[in-house]
């Protein structure tokens, strides 16, 4: 028999452990071939003519899914060859060369690699048209042009030829093994024991300890601390972690063992025994498994979270569907056609008169930067414009109930620091001083200013008549802004491109929701179709990598269960063994990710999405949304749980 008949008879008797490596590596495979086609559709191309992100985040998430396929490929290959020992020894028994087992081995390997070739790249053709209508629907959420079904051979061509490199260097490493051992050692392997791994309390301590402080510098409320730290949050994490897995989980492992009434529980024995004698070869996978779990759930939970909150972010910056301020009469009536002839019902129609102010104040400096001096302007109105203003926009804000000689501050941008600055600070307005006793974060009332105040009616009315509060007019502005909301505002694309056209004038701001609404889509949704790819792939081969460690150690642990049956275990008992025995290695890993991610999620709050969700405790909203991914993310492990509990149930009865 020749050894490409011989590496097809293995193949073919290896089957069952080869279908989930196939399934796993032709996902990848998919992953690679449809972001590179993506980046060549000219449809696509097209729709992101104008944004130069696109190509730059779609390569950038390439590098990332090819460094983490080789690592994947290489650790399954490594589980493979050390599964075979046996096998490669019997070859060598028989007077077959390092050389010729050597090369049947890197046959093999070049022959799965080419069906996973052709099974992923063949998926990704199949199904590049539907990815890239999934890409515009997210990011462009009126997208109506046609997308045609192409076949880009520069993309199978790197996509071939990528990983083509990489199945000849899974093949050539097998040479390692062959050369790496004695012919007895091959022989012996599933015999050889793994030498027990006691831990450390000093490793345990350590690594909560870093762990503990990388959490805790995540959960600083400073944006400028938590940028800085961002490094620093990594390593200590990251750190942490393998730390965790390499001395601390064997010794907590092994204080289990000394503690007899949990030790010698029901089955628990069996289970300890049996993880605790794997930790040597699993921990760094459990540990990599972990911050990768962290990475892609975080990747997900962001993505989900900015693309669920578009629509909020939009209104929490517009208020509106439709805001202009300083434009002619001819305007309105311009605007009144457009919506007519696009058969649109306007909801509202509003007319707010815009005034200003410029009350002495002593400096406040935030974060050692200017924040506010008396060269800053205010925009001013009453408690009832404002409450008025509020009522009407489509916003979460609250009505003002303000107190005499007090006063609420509105301000666009959520600066760490600025509230305690402006709290209590007192206002000279000459006849009369006010304090500020409310700090808001909102761009809906300020029209073009930064710094805004909410004055009781008495108040206000007092200063306008003292002069002390002017309309804009009078300081070269637009004096009134008109406001709107009419129905469909966020998905019609065609009364947006004719409002977009129409002739200005004199107008000094013109802005519309669908705009924003559209660039925040493009970017928001851009991110969250490659969180969700980027996840996807992560989530598949971490699974898949313990699924093979498993069935490999199932391989090597069968002959024990035997020894079992005979001295009496039952059926029931066994399953129970099984599933104990599995389910720290695949569930420990998902936790300590899960945790990572939700720490990580808090920085994310602090730099990113408290200001984007405009509510009082933005990050318990964040946690809302991640907590929807975190559940599917650990769904999709339990599908793998349960496949690989089930292999590991007929390989030990076999």
Known sequence: MNLFALALRNIRLNRKKYIMYVF??????FTVYTFLALMQNESVKLAFQYDTRY????????????VFVLF??????????????????????????????????????????????????????????????????????????????????????????????????????????????????????????EGKQKGSVLILVLSLVLMIAGYILASIKSTYIVVLGAIPILILVITGTYLFFWGGLPKVLSMIKRNKRIYYQSTNLISVSAVSHRMKSIASVMATIAVLSAVASTAIATGFTLYSNAERNTYSNMGFDL???????????????????????????????????????????????EHLTDEDTFRVYSETTYNRLIAESKTDLEAAVIPSGKAYYIFPFSQEGIESAMLDLRLDFQKVDIQIVKVIRSSVPGFGLDHTLILTDEDYESLIQSGLILSSEENGRAGTAVVMNYEHALDNRELNNALENIPKGTVVGFRTAYKLYNESMETFGLICFIGFF?????????????????????????????????????????????????????????????IHSIFAMKTADTVVFSNIISVENSYLSVLGFSAVMYLAYGAVYGVFYLITKAQYGRIIRS
């Open 72 to 193: 994947f490929l290489i650790s399954s290959n490594n589980s493979f060859i050390r599964a075979r020992k046996k096998e490669l020894s019997t070859y060598a028994l028989f007077g077959m060369t390092n050389l010729r087992i050597g090369t049947l081995l890197f046959l093999e390997t070049l022959m799965v690699g080419m069906v996973t070739l052709a099974v992923g790249m063949g998926a990704g053709i199949f199904f590049s048209k539907l990815m890239a209508m999934f890409l515009l629907d997210l990011s462009l959420s009126n997208y109506v042009g046609d997308i045609s079904f192409t076949i880009d051979p520069m993309a199978m061509y790197v996509t071939a030829l990528l990983f083509v490199v990489i199945f000849c260097m899974m093949g050539l490493s097998a040479l390692r093994v062959i050369y790496q051992f004695e012919l007895v050692d091959l022989f012996k392997a599933d015999k050889i024991s």
């Open 534 to 594: 980027m996840s996807g792939v992560f989530i598949l081969m971490t699974a898949s990598l313990l699924y093979f460690k498993q069935v490999m150690a199932a391989e090597e642990e069968r002959h024990q269960y035997k020894m079992l049956k005979r001295i009496g275990m039952e059926d029931k008992t066994e399953r129970q063994v099984i599933q104990k025995r599995l389910i720290p290695i695949f569930f420990i890993p998902l936790a300590m990710g899960i």
């Open 323 to 369: 805001v202009y301020y300083g434009g002619e009469v001819s305007l309105k009536d311009n605007i009144h056609d457009v919506l007519q002839l696009n058969q649109v019902v306007i909801e509202l129609e509003d007319t707010i008169g815009l005034y200003e102010a410029h009350p002495k104040t002593e400096t406040v400096i935030v974060e050692a930067r």
């Open 55 to 66: 190509q730059m985040m779609l390569t950038s998430f390439g590098i990332i899914i090819l």
């Open 24 to 29: 796993s590596l032709g996902f990848s495979v």
